[in-house]
């Protein structure tokens, strides 16, 4: 691999930082490679941003179904 590092993580989202915790926990120098945002899709554009976009749209819809 190279003097400096015992192992390389490419891309930081959920999947990558669990895999460079767990090496770092295990004592590795690990190097981390990310080409856009760290935390990747979930936090910025994917899970959190849809649930607070689609969740709000929800609720306003079941408030004024009627009884059944
Ligand atoms: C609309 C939507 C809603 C979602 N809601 C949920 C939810 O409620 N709950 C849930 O558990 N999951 C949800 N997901 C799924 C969740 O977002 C993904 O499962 C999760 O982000 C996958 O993580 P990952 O690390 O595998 O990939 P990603 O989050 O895609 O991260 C990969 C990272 O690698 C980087 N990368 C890629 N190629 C390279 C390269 N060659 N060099 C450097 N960096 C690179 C990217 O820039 C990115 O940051 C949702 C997804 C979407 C689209």
């Known amino acids: 691999m190279s ?3 015992d192992a390389i993580v490419i891309g930081m989202g959920p999947g990558g930082e669990v895999a460079a915790t767990r090496l770092i926990d295990g004592g590795m120098k690990v190097a981390v490679i990310e080409r856009e ?11 959190i ?11 306003r819809w079941e408030a004024r179904r009627p009884p059944e």
């Open 3 to 5: 003097d400096r590092f």
């Open 37 to 47: 945002l760290i935390g990747g899709e979930c936090g910025y554009w994917a899970c």
């Open 49 to 59: 941003p849809s649930k607070t976009l689609i969740r709000p749209a929800e609720a």
